[in-house]
């Protein structure tokens, strides 16, 4: 077990300046923390939090990360809390123990296949700071490699886990060594007999292709010193989980695996890894088709190489990767070796940013990072910041776009599950239907049969597909409530010209009759278009009578008598002119009302006249509506329709001469035309004066008001 000292002087050694006093501080905690606590192999816990520690030493990390993988586990499992940390070691160190503990809460063990990616981008999206990750990383691979004194079952969940969540993540980060010890110790637990039967086939083969490495090596070296490089060249068997994985995809056996050695030559430049390229394929037959360059086009996690494949000596195939030092750094040790090498030049060179294509958007304020530390600090992984990763209650992993509720998730799970969505709770505990969905929340939504979509709702969902069924929802309420509606009043206009509904609704022929001459398929729809008062009931009535028609005319229906509402009528001259939408519908009889005369950015709601169409109120106004709250329909402006509105304001002024001109003078400077003024003095010395003029929508009016308020002599300005 490494010494507070040992790794004071490992961090020191490539990190001058580095907070010691704080690091010796952490060890000593934790280890207090730990005091009595056993790991399953006998050894005290402590050795975990600081085998970690070394690692992350190996990796070069900052001071805090250092202390963070010292103290990963004390809040996890002793009685030591974030808040205490913080004020231990900083808010840097407690947020970043903080993070990797909540890592370690998550039990990512995929239930299938096809979520391992979600939970992937859960890992990196929850890590939020780079470090946490690596941190966490660092813990894995400990746990991994004393993973020998855990329970088969516990042996089997973890290697799952790391095989399906660390291991591609160690490989985005660019960690190819934790890669590969993440893959083979996991293919040991998973797939222990075939793990078994390699290892012993690479210990059998060992000589005789050391011997094959090594001439290898040796005429590489010769040739290519020859032409003036001097290159390090390396050979290696790859490792036993890719060994397999070859196996598996070729359907073949241990001893046809014929490219069990990898070369490496790594030379000065750029230029020297083609000119090497060169002269090893003008010493042995490259084979077609397994030249990759790298180097132009880098992997996605900066990853810079030229591969090729060559028949070699005895004509065996050999694969060979040829780099400069700098692209060796980062092959194995992907963004780590990054900040290493810009500690010494100081800086990212926008041309090195380039390459991280997929950090690139998560640097903040590049170009004055003068130093690795504060390069880290800058890389908070936001990678995936237009999504959030949530559990159902079965957890399973659902996404959804940044700035989703408990209401696209209801949705998400099914339409019925959505549209009668009473409440819901996330993470045990109540919260509104507004709640934003966080990284890691456990969703659980609660139904009640009785619930319908609001319109409410429309401002909360995120989702496309969540916003699409409320509106299906509340179009079919909607329709059911015209339709409703519809067929209570024909029934009723037919009672007043002698006739029954019930025999219509009867007689076929009739029925077919009505049906054709209305356009519709089927008596429903026409007692819809009846409600939303597109057809009229006494052309029903007409239609069915004819002869009727003009006795009946010379005197109004009694339902008509009864319903009438004193509204201003706005005749409707055509589609669209109204500008109120009905479900995002236009083509509905709309008739503005008197009471309020609302105009565009006024909150409105709609009431369903008898026979009459739909009146539009203000929200405000409830004029009509107790009555009746089955009739209130949900209406909303047409952005697209350009309408004027005519309002009505009150503008009481000091009775004073000239007073009128002024005001009136103000209306015309803002182009206002009135269209019906009144004027009354009272006996106060004040003039109360109506103006009514056309308006476009409430920005404007509200500009005329105020401009109104600071002509001298107006007392107050009013809408009516
Ligand atoms: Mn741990």
């Given at each position: 077990?490494?010494?507070?000292?040992?790794?004071?002087?490992?961090?020191?050694?490539?990190?001058?300046?580095?907070?010691?006093?704080?690091?010796?501080?952490?060890?000593?905690?934790?280890?207090?923390?730990?005091?009595?606590?056993?790991?399953?192999?006998?050894?005290?816990?402590?050795?975990?939090?600081?085998?970690?520690?070394?690692?992350?030493?190996?990796?070069?990390?900052?001071?805090?990360?250092?202390?963070?993988?010292?103290?990963?586990?004390?809040?996890?499992?002793?009685?030591?809390?974030?808040?205490?940390?913080?004020?231990?070691?900083?808010?840097?160190?407690?947020?970043?123990?903080?993070?990797?503990?909540?890592?370690?809460?998550?039990?990512?063990?995929?239930?299938?296949?096809?979520?391992?990616?979600?939970?992937?981008?859960?890992?990196?999206?929850?890590?939020?700071?780079?470090?946490?990750?690596?941190?966490?990383?660092?813990?894995?691979?400990?746990?991994?490699?004393?993973?020998?004194?855990?329970?088969?079952?516990?042996?089997?969940?973890?290697?799952?886990?790391?095989?399906?969540?660390?291991?591609?993540?160690?490989?985005?980060?660019?960690?190819?060594?934790?890669?590969?010890?993440?893959?083979?110790?996991?293919?040991?637990?998973?797939?222990?007999?075939?793990?078994?039967?390699?290892?012993?086939?690479?210990?059998?083969?060992?000589?005789?292709?050391?011997?094959?490495?090594?001439?290898?090596?040796?005429?590489?070296?010769?040739?290519?010193?020859?032409?003036?490089?001097?290159?390090?060249?390396?050979?290696?068997?790859?490792?036993?989980?890719?060994?397999?994985?070859?196996?598996?995809?070729?359907?073949?056996?241990?001893?046809?695996?014929?490219?069990?050695?990898?070369?490496?030559?790594?030379?000065?430049?750029?230029?020297?890894?083609?000119?090497?390229?060169?002269?090893?394929?003008?010493?042995?037959?490259?084979?077609?088709?397994?030249?990759?360059?790298?180097?132009?086009?880098?992997?996605?996690?900066?990853?810079?190489?030229?591969?090729?494949?060559?028949?070699?000596?005895?004509?065996?195939?050999?694969?060979?990767?040829?780099?400069?030092?700098?692209?060796?750094?980062?092959?194995?040790?992907?963004?780590?070796?990054?900040?290493?090498?810009?500690?010494?030049?100081?800086?990212?060179?926008?041309?090195?940013?380039?390459?991280?294509?997929?950090?690139?958007?998560?640097?903040?304020?590049?170009?004055?990072?003068?130093?690795?530390?504060?390069?880290?600090?800058?890389?908070?992984?936001?990678?995936?910041?237009?999504?959030?990763?949530?559990?159902?209650?079965?957890?399973?992993?659902?996404?959804?776009?940044?700035?989703?509720?408990?209401?696209?998730?209801?949705?998400?799970?099914?339409?019925?599950?959505?549209?009668?969505?009473?409440?819901?709770?996330?993470?045990?505990?109540?919260?509104?239907?507004?709640?934003?969905?966080?990284?890691?929340?456990?969703?659980?939504?609660?139904?009640?049969?009785?619930?319908?979509?609001?319109?409410?709702?429309?401002?909360?969902?995120?989702?496309?597909?969540?916003?699409?069924?409320?509106?299906?929802?509340?179009?079919?309420?909607?329709?059911?409530?015209?339709?409703?509606?519809?067929?209570?009043?024909?029934?009723?206009?037919?009672?007043?010209?002698?006739m029954t509904l019930d025999r219509l609704e009867k007689s076929?022929?009739?029925?077919?009759?009505?049906?054709?001459?209305?356009?519709?398929?089927?008596?429903?729809?026409?007692?819809?278009?009846?409600?939303?008062?597109?057809?009229?009931?006494?052309?029903?009535?007409?239609?069915?009578?004819?002869?009727?028609?003009?006795?009946?005319?010379?005197?109004?229906?009694?339902?008509?008598?009864?319903?009438?509402?004193?509204?201003?009528?706005?005749?409707?001259?055509?589609?669209?002119?109204?500008?109120?939408?009905?479900?995002g519908e236009d083509d509905v009889l709309v008739r503005f009302?008197?009471?309020?005369?609302?105009?565009?950015?006024?909150?409105?709601?709609?009431?369903?006249?008898?026979?009459?169409?739909?009146?539009?109120?203000?929200?405000?106004?409830?004029?009509?509506?107790?009555?009746?709250?089955?009739?209130?329909?949900?209406?909303?402006?047409?952005?697209?329709?350009?309408?004027?509105?005519?309002?009505?304001?009150?503008?009481?002024?000091?009775?004073?001469?000239?007073?009128?001109?002024?005001?009136?003078?103000?209306?015309?400077?803002?182009?206002?035309?009135?269209?019906?003024?009144?004027?009354?003095?009272?006996?106060?010395?004040?003039?109360?004066?109506?103006?009514?003029?056309l308006c476009s929508d409430l920005p404007r009016l509200k500009?005329?008001?105020?401009?109104?308020?600071?002509?001298?002599?107006?007392?107050?300005?009013?809408?009516?």
């Amino acid at each position: 077990m490494l010494t507070a000292n040992e790794i004071a002087t490992r961090v020191e050694s490539y990190h001058p300046t580095a907070d010691l006093d704080l690091l010796r501080h952490a060890y000593d905690f934790s280890r207090e923390a730990h005091d009595g606590q056993m790991r399953k192999s006998g050894d005290p816990y402590f050795c975990h939090p600081v085998s970690v520690a070394g690692i992350i030493t190996d990796l070069r990390l900052d001071v805090a990360s250092v202390c963070a993988a010292l103290l990963h586990d004390v809040v996890e499992d002793t009685p030591v809390t974030t808040e205490q940390l913080a004020r231990e070691f900083g808010d840097e160190v407690a947020f970043l123990v903080d993070g990797v503990t909540k890592l370690t809460k998550m039990n990512f063990t995929s239930r299938q296949d096809r979520q391992a990616e979600s939970f992937r981008k859960m890992v990196v999206a929850m890590a939020r700071d780079i470090r946490v990750l690596v941190v966490k990383l660092c813990d894995r691979l400990d746990n991994m490699r004393t993973l020998e004194f855990m329970s088969p079952d516990g042996q089997e969940r973890i290697s799952r886990e790391t095989m399906d969540i660390y291991a591609p993540l160690a490989n985005r980060l660019g960690f190819a060594q934790f890669k590969n010890e993440f893959q083979d110790l996991s293919f040991r637990y998973l797939h222990s007999d075939a793990h078994v039967e390699i290892a012993h086939a690479v210990q059998e083969s060992a000589s005789s292709r050391d011997h094959h490495i090594d001439k290898v090596c040796k005429l590489l070296k010769a040739k290519l010193a020859t032409q003036g490089f001097a290159a390090q060249i390396s050979g290696r068997v790859k490792h036993n989980y890719s060994i397999w994985r070859k196996m598996q995809d070729r359907q073949c056996s241990f001893e046809q695996v014929y490219d069990l050695t990898a070369f490496r030559v790594v030379v000065e430049s750029v230029a020297d890894c083609y000119a090497a390229l060169g002269v090893i394929h003008s010493m042995w037959t490259p084979v077609p088709g397994r030249f990759k360059d790298y180097i132009a086009l880098p992997k996605p996690n900066m990853y810079q190489s030229l591969h090729t494949t060559v028949f070699g000596p005895g004509h065996q195939r050999i694969e060979i990767q040829i780099r400069t030092h700098e692209m060796h750094e980062v092959a194995e040790m992907g963004i780590a070796a990054h900040w290493r090498y810009k500690a010494a030049s100081g800086g990212i060179d926008p041309r090195d940013a380039a390459q991280f294509a997929w950090l690139r958007q998560l640097m903040e304020s590049q170009n004055e990072l003068s130093n690795p530390a504060e390069f880290l600090e800058s890389v908070k992984v936001d990678l995936f910041q237009d999504e959030v990763y949530v559990f159902t209650p079965k957890g399973d992993v659902r996404a959804f776009p940044r700035g989703a509720t408990p209401l696209d998730f209801a949705f998400a799970i099914h339409s019925e599950v959505g549209n009668h969505c009473a409440g819901a709770r996330v993470n045990g505990t109540v919260v509104p239907l507004s709640y934003r969905l966080r990284n890691g929340d456990l969703v659980e939504v609660m139904t009640n049969p009785e619930q319908e979509p609001e319109k409410e709702w429309l401002d909360w969902v995120e989702t496309a597909r969540a916003r699409s069924k409320i509106r299906h929802h509340m179009r079919l309420i909607q329709r059911e409530k015209s339709k409703n509606l519809g067929r209570e009043l024909l029934e009723r206009a037919m009672t007043d010209g002698g006739m029954t509904l019930d025999r219509l609704e009867k007689s076929d022929d009739e029925r077919d009759r009505v049906q054709e001459r209305f356009g519709v398929d089927r008596l429903e729809e026409l007692f819809v278009n009846i409600g939303y008062g597109k057809i009229k009931t006494n052309q029903v009535v007409d239609f069915l009578a004819p002869a009727e028609a003009e006795n009946r005319r010379s005197q109004p229906p009694r339902s008509l008598r009864q319903g009438r509402i004193e509204a201003f009528v706005r005749r409707v001259t055509g589609r669209n002119s109204h500008g109120i939408l009905l479900n995002g519908e236009d083509d509905v009889l709309v008739r503005f009302t008197k009471c309020c005369n609302p105009i565009p950015g006024d909150e409105i709601v709609g009431y369903m006249t008898r026979g009459r169409g739909i009146t539009v109120h203000r929200r405000d106004c409830v004029k009509g509506f107790e009555a009746d709250p089955e009739r209130k329909v949900q209406v909303s402006w047409d952005p697209k329709a350009k309408i004027n509105r005519p309002v009505t304001l009150t503008v009481v002024t000091a009775n004073r001469p000239g007073i009128l001109a002024t005001v009136g003078q103000t209306f015309h400077g803002l182009g206002v035309n009135i269209s019906e003024a009144t004027c009354r003095a009272g006996d106060d010395g004040r003039a109360s004066n109506t103006f009514t003029f056309l308006c476009s929508d409430l920005p404007r009016l509200k500009d005329v008001m105020r401009q109104l308020k600071k002509v001298e002599g107006v007392v107050d300005v009013s809408r009516v």
